[in-house]
């Protein structure tokens, strides 16, 4: 039986895979520490994410709340101006109902953990006199650049390079995320990542999935204009410090996973293949996608090819059949990507460079090629190859399209000559850094430490 002095922790992530699996592998370890935590996610969530499959603590449970659209989520409305609004009308009164139903019970509420995109969860907090502590699901890097441009500090549109702003490197304006090189380009998501700064004052405590020796000069700059403490990386702990048990993988997903990925990589020798992921979001054109088709091809190497359903309809069917047919490649839905990483057969990851893919990568001491698209994907490519030196940024052509012969180059390089030695060696090194970070007094379960010490305060 809980003792009755045990902590209760909310924690209610954005409504996305990429923002989800992060604030379950942070409730992981803080369920670890003597803390119950009730992790919050919408209806239409609840309803595709395989909970009964989780392998989760006793002290950690989920529970549920409306964001309007039961049926369907994001995708049965399309806008998502139309989503966050109704979101925020119906989310918030369905969580004022569901705090004073626990305040109610022997378990009330001392924090909840919210992620920005949703900066209204902390308004609702507030109301209940609760400590909020703001979650930030992307690096240090990218959220002290929409600081800056918030806050006026950074004037867009930016006419002057490169960017010069303390802590980061210098940057030129393909290395900065897109709603900050074009603030037009998709007004609806400019706004929401803007918004997460309108209360961030009123936050308690403010958390980053990063750690602090993999963007220290960063982290020390932002702490004088908004202290925070960086608690990851929010990898399973299987693969790090083994310090939560049974945390073998990214428990929520959202896509029916193909397990022949990890009989094919059985056959093939150590550090020989390319995995190829782009994530879940990330659709390229046609032409894109037999660029990349005939580059991977052309390359020689072994490449496994994760290709999520939505995007089947963007690369010719012929080129399928050839890949399969090669004895070279393998193309699958969607896998368990940890797995993957960790397996000896893999050689380098060509990624989009979204934060979860990137710092795992890091975690598992893979190199990476990067073809960054939006957000914050162009930053992480920046810190990937000039700050960590675990990789190599495609060079995108006149008409916008990564080539098959730059394509080709890239993946020699880091499979095959001096470059990628350097590189592999570098990321053994962030590796370590990682597991270091979030092992027994590190600063990450330092400052996990410190954010229970301000839950015992309250």
Known sequence: MEERNTKHVLMIPYPSQGHLNPMLQFSKRLSTKGVKVTMITTIFISKIM???????????????????????????????????????????????ELIQKYNSSNHPIDCVVYDPMIQWVLDVTKEFDLLGAAFFTQKCSVNYMYYHVYHGLLKLPITSLPISIEGLPLLELKDTPSFVNDPGFYPAYYEMVMNQFSNIHKADIVLVNSFYKLEDQVVDSMSKLCPILTIGPTVPSFYLDKGVPNDKDNDLSLFQLDSSAINWLKSKPAGSVTYVSFGSMVCFSMEQMKEIALGLLGSGSNFLWVIPTMENKNIPKELVEEISSSGKGLV????QQLEVLSNKAIGCFFTHCGWNSTLEALCLGVPMIAIPQWTDQPLNAKFVEDVWKVGIRVIVNENGIVTREEIKSCIRKVLENDVGSEMRINAKKWRELAIEAISHGGTSDNNINDFLNKLKRS
């Open 50 to 96: 395989h909970l009964q499959s989780l392998s989760l603590p006793s002290s950690l449970q989920f529970d549920f709340i409306s964001d309007g659209y039961d049926q369907g989520g994001f995708a049965q409305v399309g806008n998502i101006s139309t989503y966050l609004s109704q979101m925020k009308t119906i989310g918030s009164e369905n969580l004022k």
């Open 332 to 335: 699958v839905n969607w896998i």
